[in-house]
């Protein structure tokens, strides 16, 4: 092979991260192969349909395949025949009754995969994983690799944020190579070529360090949220204002206001199940002392979720049941529809437990709600749900909740009682407006 073409590359894995990856990848210029064992999945993308929400990705896939760079498949075959570099994305979920990580998908991935192999290849993990995982998969690789195939590992973990996926691909703040070689990062350099020519960073280091990066800039995140939440605690016992603490803070450039914000805390499917594994992978190499306080972390941000039903209650006048609840939001943050481990759904269905008749609404991730939690009642809109509600409780801060006027929901509901389970809105608007306003770790 002429090691100065681009090469060509596979991505193994199309959910949130591999359908992103891909497709930007294609646009940037690369022929790409997306691979997923879930053929409704495959179809839907090679149809032009992102199975997803994350905005801006349609466009693009539009063009991608328009490009003909871009296809997709199931099979692992044709991926090997194709690739010079293989992306894998597939997912790393939490083990049920364990905070391990899953890495059953990973594992079936390279197990799939390097049977086919049949030149000098680079095999790239992106998922997140435990440390030390990369390490066995190179064993695993070299065995299932044909005879004389020189097969190579790498990690290169992945930063992105839905709902700012595109964004974060095209333009991400660094890139993080773990290689074994200089070839390995010569190839992962081509691979990442039209990126790194806009002056992107990068950081070559050991595979160990790089699987690292991505759970301790997970667990730092979640801990300056857990952090601010723990303060929000503190101020509820004083009468103090966790906003007005949070907005000092944030003015202290040595802090920064980002993921400073008070509420209803962190959700979805990284943040929780990666510190979680992170802490057990810790005490599995006798060093779980050193990131103990992650437990505290995962502590505190599940309190967020009981204390938000908590303040429904309050403002109910000490009952759920019987009352008619508007649940804003059940995506796991804004502009995403993505449900896991969504602390907006896990107050819902609590409140809903509880007796009270909770009707939900979101702007992008009813239809994955509805599918995975049938027993709740969805709303058409903010207003449909809020319709003779008792209370308003916003869970998820969409925009699209900030916007509203306080004047209009007041004439669609019994009471103006609002939880603002975000600091998403004004106050003193909604208090002047009429409505009894409360929210987390204010007086
Ligand atoms: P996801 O569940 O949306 O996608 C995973 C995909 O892998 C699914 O489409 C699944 O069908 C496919 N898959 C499973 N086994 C497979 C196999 N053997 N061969 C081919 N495909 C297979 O998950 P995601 O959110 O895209 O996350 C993937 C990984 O990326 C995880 O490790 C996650 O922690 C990490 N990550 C995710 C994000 C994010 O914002 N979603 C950001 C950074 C890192």
């Known amino acids: 092979m002429n ?6 590359l596979t991505v193994i894995g199309t959910g949130y991260l591999g359908a992103t990856h891909a497709i930007c990848m294609a646009v940037l210029g690369f022929e ?6 879930d053929e409704g999945k495959i179809a839907k993308l090679a149809s032009g349909e992102v199975p997803f929400f994350e905005p801006g990705l349609p466009e693009l896939l539009a063009k991608a395949l ?26 790393t979920p939490q083990q049920p009754g364990s ?6 998908y990973v594992d079936a991935a390279v197990r799939g995969l390097a049977p086919h192999l049949d030149r000098r290849t680079l095999v790239v993990g992106k998922s997140t994983v435990p440390v030390g995982t990369a390490a066995g998969l190179t064993t695993l690789l070299h065995e299932l690799a044909p005879a004389g195939t020189d097969v190579e590992l790498a990690w290169n973990p992945e930063f992105l944020r839905e709902g ?12 993080v190579f773990g290689v074994a070689s200089d070839w390995a990062d010569a190839r992962l350099r081509a691979a990442f070529q039209p990126i790194l020519d806009q002056g992107t960073p990068v950081i070559r280091t050991d595979l160990a360090t790089a699987e690292l990066v991505k759970v301790a800039a997970n667990s730092f995140l979640a801990t300056k949220i857990s952090y601010i939440n723990a303060m929000a605690e503190v101020c509820e016992a004083v009468g103090a204002d966790v906003k007005d603490l949070a907005d000092s803070l944030a003015l202290d450039d040595r802090i920064g206001g980002k993921f400073l914000k008070p509420g209803l805390g962190f959700g979805g499917g990284c943040l929780p199940k990666d510190i979680r594994a992170f802490a057990h992978r810790a005490e599995e190499l006798g060093v779980g002392q050193a990131v103990s306080f992650l437990r505290e972390v995962d502590a505190i941000n599940r309190r967020r979720r009981a204390r938000t039903v908590d303040l429904v209650r309050e403002l109910l006048g000490g009952r759920i049941s019987g009352a008619r609840i508007a649940a804003w939001g059940a995506a796991f943050k804004p502009n995403s529809d993505d449900i896991r481990d969504a602390p907006a759904l896990d107050v819902a269905r609590t409140m809903h437990g509880l007796g009270g008749h909770v009707r939900v609404y979101d702007p992008a991730a009813l239809d994955n709600a509805r599918l995975a939690f049938p027993e709740l009642r969805y709303g058409e809109s ?14 998820t801060e969409w925009a699209d909740f900030r916007e509203i006027d306080p004047g209009a929901l007041g004439e669609v509901v019994a009471h103006k009682r609002i939880v603002d389970g975000r600091h998403a809105l004004d106050a003193a608007m909604w208090r002047e407006a009429g409505w009894e306003y409360r929210a987390l770790g204010r007086s």
């Open 3 to 8: 090691t100065m073409a681009p090469p060509r």
């Open 32 to 37: 790409v192969l997306g691979v997923d064992v």
């Open 66 to 91: 328009e490009s003909g760079r871009l296809r997709f498949t199931t099979s692992l075959a044709e991926a090997g025949a194709f690739g010079d570099v293989h992306f894998v994305c597939v997912g």
């Open 99 to 104: 905070d391990a990580c899953d890495l059953s």
């Open 164 to 175: 700012f996926a595109v964004d974060d691909t095209m333009r991400p703040d660094r890139l």
């Open 382 to 395: 903010a207003l449909d749900a809020a319709r003779d509600a008792d209370v308003v409780v916003l869970l």
